[in-house]
């Protein structure tokens, strides 16, 4: 299986998700302008890391081609954004989805984390 198709399906997945729970994530602005500010330093780590030759991705699992070894990919065009593959989107977008809903599922239901959050237990007495 390529990076691509994984990508596609973990999308697939995650909306899937936001609609068996019922959060319908995707239908509100506020979950999009939050994305916005998301992506945009998800596209900044990604271009320092890929940009700087710290990632590299192989070409036949990506849209796109991977470059010669020791090149700079381009910064965009060949399926890359901010130097990083596509996919890259595609997987942080799943992975926002995914958190988010589950987030929401379960605090639906009552889960909380022990203690509660709020102010130090020293501080809340007396």
């Known amino acids: 299986m390529t990076y691509t198709q994984i990508a596609v399906m973990a999308v697939l997945l995650a909306l899937a998700l936001d609609q068996l729970l019922r959060t319908r994530l995707v239908t509100r602005k506020v979950f999009w302008v939050s994305y916005a500010i998301i992506v945009f330093f998800q596209l900044l780590s990604n271009g320092v890391l890929t940009g700087s030759g710290t990632v590299h991705y192989d ?30 989107l595609l997987f942080g977008f799943a992975m926002i989805l995914w958190s ?14 022990e203690p509660m959050s709020g102010p130090p237990v020293w501080q809340s007495r007396g």
């Open 100 to 113: 988010q809903a589950l987030w929401i599922w379960f605090g639906r239901r009552g889960v909380q984390r």
């Open 59 to 88: 070409g036949e699992v990506i849209i796109g081609s991977s470059s010669p070894e020791g090149a700079r990919p381009p910064f965009i065009g060949d399926g890359r954004i901010a130097y990083a593959p596509m996919e890259d």
